[in-house]
């Protein structure tokens, strides 16, 4: 590959290939994978966080008491700012008959879980229209991955992502969203989004900007159960930057949620 950049060398349906473009990203940021589990019986969803500070790295997935969300949390306490770090990555809002189960890199994930609320179904462009990218120096694009699961059935899975079209805060902003039919997807396919390219061109210096990711969703293998998926996707990842990552699971059938954690500190954990 002449170069590390995760949209220039991805092909189109060629899941394997794929996966192996990601590994080869020396730093990919953060990352939704979503798609239809190798029996066609259930949504899965997988959400990983790569760092490179000391603050991004100080982070663990926690599952809250209800179960209703997956939270970032500081492995080790400090006095660090807890914001753009700190949110729920996963959450889910049952309306009417209607759930919505979404997973982001941020505090939007708050705003996509109300797709179903005042008994509407809405999509993410409804939700998120206003959104801009995070106010870091990167201007690190939002991504986000929801499956909207309807008592009737007609279940609809949404991935999206709000980038800047150039490195700055001053270029415009780019809202992207794409919509599937959640049981014409493809069994043990995933679709995949990063938050980055590759790495900054220096990234000794803190001012070189890390790109951000340029394509849309590129299809990565997602066979075997959510162990297998959880694991084959930590161990892509690289392994200096790697931080956590959960895979959730949604059965089409009744809704019914299978969750399974991975933190580099402590060791993973199921529910």
Known sequence: MKSKHISVNVIPGDAPHNLEVLRGCNYPGRGLVVGLNEGGTGIRFLYFITGRSTRSRNRKLVQTVNHMNIKTAFAEETKDDPSLV??????????????????????????????????????????LGTCLPEPDLNQTPRIVASLVHRSGGKHTVEMGIIRRTKPGVDSPVERAFWSYPAEGLIKGVGLCLTTYEADSPDPSDEKSLIPSFRGGPFEIPFGGDLDSSVESLWEVLPKAHKVCLFGTEVCLKDGAVKTVIKNRYPETTSA
């Not at 700190?86 to 797709?115: K, M």
Request: overall charge negative; proline content about 0%; hydrophobic content about 40%.
């Open 86 to 127: 700190i949110y729920n990555a996963w959450s889910q809002n049952v309306f009417c008959g209607n759930n919505a189960y979404v997973a982001s890199n941020g505090d939007h994930t708050d705003l996509a879980v109300g797709l179903v609320e005042n008994g509407a179904t809405k999509t993410l462009a409804n939700v």
